[in-house]
């Protein structure tokens, strides 16, 4: 017989639930009382494209040292799917534990010898306790979390509390809520033993927020300065404008007449979204609109409007998997290169690599400024799983005396004083232009916005040499670029090495443990997390001064090896590729065993990119 | 160089407008499009209509498509800025622009093309969300810059140059714009100025989504023997169901009209529209009758022009999402980042 896991404050439970079913709330609380509990919490929702029905997941680890990735494996199972229950069974990990509704018999076959198996008959118990069908399901949830309060030893006063604050805008709610818990709390203290997986008061939670990142990247819109939001719904990112929206309605007031200091239209596509994005951005607006890869393809044309014609716009892409049928609800970041260079011609483009919610939040501020400086789309690219998942993050900052910069705009004043107004000059060196907003001057820096026939004037022209002029020009602005944007984060090993790993976005959390877990085994190796695209020059030096470098991504493609290699020249064969691309977000313990393997450190066969 | 200035001297005794400036300062570059062109005739009525209304030429901003007539605001009003956007993408762009800077007023040059096929859907969202903006068609039922194709409103039966006959039905945009809510409707023709500037001088003063579709002959592909879009054929079929006169707030009104005949609707901005009936009882102000009538003489092939229909009381866009009296670009930072107490809040709320 398999020995049960025992273990304190680190462990991993999984809720398997029927969409629909109202167990989001009761999962929530859960997860909120433990964080109240001063132990960090990672939860990440796995569920399908439907409202009601098919099955979807919760997944909360538990992490005393701090671990925020997914850790892969199952410790406890909630299992209230009887659809998805022979998968969810074979998912925990052996000496784990299966917990279910025991209301009807269950054949002893359908169990799992090495897994310590719960039941609670919370039908049962949910059914002689109420008789409203609306009661019964909400409160079965209720009593579901009573019982694992108990089975987990979870502070009552805590859910108490949280149950109060959840039902503080209906308060009749309270008692019965509060009753239910007690219902699953005393049958299971009466009948079964607490769980080798405990919950411990700890103080590691600190001063840090839960938030998952549309919510802070639409916080950052609204401290970026953004007025204009224009979008077209797509999951996973809905609820970034839906934030935007909430954010507006309680900063974006006018005090005296209570009226809106922002515009939000639910656009009739994406393309119409991206036009008014591009349209208000052309009339001195701070704009945006948010979308996924899908959008992002229908964008395609606008995109490169922006680029050639100059045009400030922020798009936020919250990356998922596949076409409009393909894997919607699961994350990637698979929209890297169909970003970066976007487009029909020659295009480029800024993109911001954001590692979790307090990135979306600062880069989600900061893209509106480089969309103004340098004139062009700035994308900041989320994916599912940092977008749609509440993590924990270190608390919002602002500094109060950082002004906004709206970039080189030609004002009336400097065309009275006889400035030279070229739209398409290089004044400086820096590649980029002055423009003027419509209506600046009565008389002077008036001008036809088109694509790319003109010439340093904006007056039409389809001469080839000035075309390469312009063309020339844009490059030069472009790398202006890459010292505007966030510089790479090194980590370096505690010991020299020619080993590297490059990551970006939400890889982050994961690698973080991995690192830690490789460093406990005595392996070096450096990492780089790269925040931007164009890369500034640190991150050739990086790949420069390794032998082998590892770049950790979750799509099939390799999508930023492949731009690293071509905007770098690298060898490719210096850069291993690391995917995961199943639509589920990577683990530490992927990362750790495929670098492990790369660097021989474990003696098995070698798969994939390095058997070659 | 591929592109023309116009000479800016002039007559010293040209006419001047309230503000001072003549005919020639809402000029712009010389056209490019072919001789005889009907869209170079709704440059120079747009032109006209600019100045009589006393417009602060660089208080306006012209945006259009991609096709010949989105060439045209190049050809006019010189002191705006203008943005040639792409192919049926002008509503979006548009209504962006309008959504950042309120105060402006917002020109939306398109073509057939550009408005009924490629951007229909983008026509039809501008409409309803009544973007404040004077959109005008220049209709020729036909692609000019890639020469000769039907477009969307050719008429089903009418022949191209090359001979074929077009099966499909045709758009008729008047009638979408009346269905989709647009609170400012007309058509004509670009062969009847007298018709055409008080129109556009309406549209540019109305509040909210203004249409006119103009016809406007190709007489390069589209002015033949055979064809709806013709010289001949429109000047043979079109009647009109009124006259407007546009009446500036300020002037009074000296005009003399016989009673009866005459219909004044007072427009947000205090001008007055003075609407001479031509047709029988046509009533400009009733969206159900005007759709009907339309609907019935298109049966007997009339091309029915005039202001067709107006709301007195229109809204836009920005009255819908209740934006500030400030426009949304002149905002200061103050006014646009809470700061960081207001964080500290936030913060609290998600722990």
């Known amino acids: 017989m398999t020995r049960a896991i025992a273990a304190t404050n680190d462990f991993v439970v999984k809720f398997a639930n029927v969409n629909g079913s109202g167990s989001a709330s009761a999962n929530g609380l859960f997860v909120k009382a433990i964080l109240r509990m001063g132990v960090p919490v990672a939860a990440r929702n796995i569920f399908p494209s439907n409202i009601q029905g098919l099955p979807t997941w919760y997944e909360i680890r538990v992490s005393g040292q701090g671990w925020l990735g997914r850790r892969g494996g199952v410790d406890l199972m909630v299992a209230m799917n009887p659809q998805t229950w022979a998968r969810d069974l074979a998912e925990i990990e052996p000496g784990g534990y299966l917990f279910y509704d025991s209301t009807k018999p269950m054949q002893t076959d359908r169990f799992r010898e090495d897994v310590t198996v719960v039941g609670v008959p919370l039908t049962a118990l949910c059914n002689a306790a109420y008789v409203e069908p609306s009661k019964r399901k909400v409160l079965k949830n209720i009593i579901c979390l009573g019982a694992l309060t108990c089975l987990l030893g979870i502070e009552t006063a805590v859910v108490e509390a949280l149950l109060a604050e959840e039902y503080a805008s209906k308060p009749a709610l309270i008692p019965a809520n509060i009753e239910a818990m007690h219902i699953g709390f005393n049958y299971a203290r009466d009948h079964l033993a607490p769980l080798g997986l405990q919950l411990e008061r700890a103080n590691a939670v600190g001063d840090r927020i839960f938030v998952d990142g549309n919510t802070a990247a639409g916080l950052g819109a609204v401290y970026g300065g953004a007025t204009v939001c224009a979008w077209y719904p797509i999951t996973p990112s809905t609820s970034l404008a839906e934030a935007f929206t909430d954010y507006c309605g309680k900063l974006r007031h006018e005090p005296e007449t209570g009226k809106a200091r922002y515009a939000i239209v639910q656009a009739e596509d994406e393309i119409a979204s991206i036009g008014m994005v591009v349209g208000a951005g052309w009339n001195g607006a701070r704009a945006f609109t948010c979308t996924s890869g899908p959008g992002v393809s229908l964008m395609q044309e606008f995109i490169g409007l922006s680029y050639f014609a100059e045009i400030p716009a922020v798009i936020f892409d919250v990356q998922r998997g596949g076409p409009s049928t393909g894997m919607p609800t699961r994350t990637q970041q698979s929209d890297i290169l169909s970003t970066a260079y976007a487009s029909h011609g020659d295009t480029k483009h800024v993109l911001l690599l954001p590692e979790g919610p307090g990135e979306c939040f600062e880069m989600g501020a900061q893209a509106f400024d480089l969309a103004d400086r340098l004139q062009t789309t700035i994308f900041v690219m989320l994916a599912l799983d940092m977008g749609m998942n509440e993590w924990l993050t270190a608390p919002f900052k602002w500094d109060d005396s950082r002004p906004l910069d709206h970039g080189k705009v030609m004002t009336a004043e400097m065309l009275e004083a006889g400035a030279d107004f070229g739209r398409y000059k290089d004044v400086d060196g820096d590649g980029i232009p002055f423009r003027t907003l419509p209506a600046t001057h009565p008389s002077k820096g008036a001008y036809f916005t088109r694509g790319t026939s003109r010439d340093q004037y904006a007056r039409y022209t389809e001469e080839g040499a000035l075309y390469v002029d312009n063309m020339e020009r844009l490059l030069r602005k472009f790398d202006t670029a890459r010292s505007l944007v966030p510089a790479p984060i090194l980590r370096k090993a505690p010991r020299q090495t020619s080993y590297g790993v490059i990551y970006y976005g939400s890889t982050s959390p994961a690698m973080d443990e991995a690192l830690a877990g490789m460093e406990a085994r005595g392996l070096n190796v450096d990492a780089l997390r790269v925040r931007a695209f164009p890369f500034p020059g640190e991150v050739f030096d990086f790949i420069a001064h390794h032998e082998l470098v590892f770049v950790v991504e979750q799509n099939r493609d390799a999508q930023l090896r492949t731009l690293l290699i071509n905007e770098g020249g690298v060898d490719p064969a210096r850069l291993v590729k690391v995917l995961n691309y199943d639509g589920s977000p990577i683990t530490a313990r992927f990362i750790q065993g495929e670098l492990e393997r790369g660097m021989g450190a474990v003696d098995v066969n070698m798969t994939g990119e390095m058997a070659q | ?351």
């Open chain 2, 1 to 351: 160089m591929t592109y023309i200035v116009k000479p800016q001297f002039h007559h010293p005794s040209l006419p001047t407008n309230a503000l001072g400036f003549t005919r020639r300062d809402y000029e712009g570059k010389v056209s490019t499009l072919c001789a005889g062109c009907g869209h170079d005739s709704i440059s120079a009525a747009i032109v006209q209509a600019c100045f009589e209304i006393d417009l602060e030429p660089h208080r306006l901003a012209k945006l259009s498509g991609i096709g010949c007539s989105s060439k045209t605001p190049d050809y006019f009003l010189g002191a705006s800025h203008g943005f040639n956007t792409v192919h049926g993408r002008m509503p979006s762009v548009l209504t962006g622009a309008n959504l950042a800077n309120r105060d402006l007023i917002y020109l939306g040059v398109s073509g057939d093309g550009d408005s009924a096929s490629i951007g229909l859907g983008q026509f039809a969202h501008a409409m309803r969300r009544g973007v404040n903006m004077a959109y005008i068609v220049e209709n020729n039922g036909v692609y000019g810059l890639t020469k000769g194709q039907f477009s969307a409103t050719a008429d089903k039966g009418s022949k191209s140059k090359k001979g074929m006959v077009n099966s499909d039905s045709g758009i008729d945009l008047v009638a979408l714009a009346l269905q989709l809510g647009a609170t400012f409707v007309g058509r004509s023709f670009s062969g009847d100025k007298e018709q055409l500037t008080p129109l556009i001088k309406a549209a540019l003063t109305h509040k909210g989504a203004a249409f006119i579709d103009v016809l406007s002959p190709c007489v390069a592909f589209n002015n033949h023997k055979g064809s709806t879009k013709s010289f001949d054929w429109v000047r043979e079929h079109n009647e009109a169901v009124n006259r407007l006169d546009v009446i500036l707030g300020r002037a009074p009104v000296t005009a003399s009209y016989e009673p009866g005949s005459l219909v004044e609707v007072a427009q947000h901005d205090g001008s007055v529209l003075m609407l001479r009936k031509v047709a029988g009882d046509y009533d400009a102000t009733d969206r159900g009758r005007a759709m009907t009538y339309l609907q019935e003489r298109q049966a007997v092939g009339e091309i029915v022009t005039g202001l067709l229909y107006v709301d007195p009381e229109s809204e836009d866009l920005h009255d819908a999402l209740d934006t500030v009296s400030k426009p949304l670009n002149a905002l200061s930072d103050a006014e646009l980042t809470p700061g960081s107490s207001a964080l500290d809040k936030i913060n609290a709320a998600l722990r």
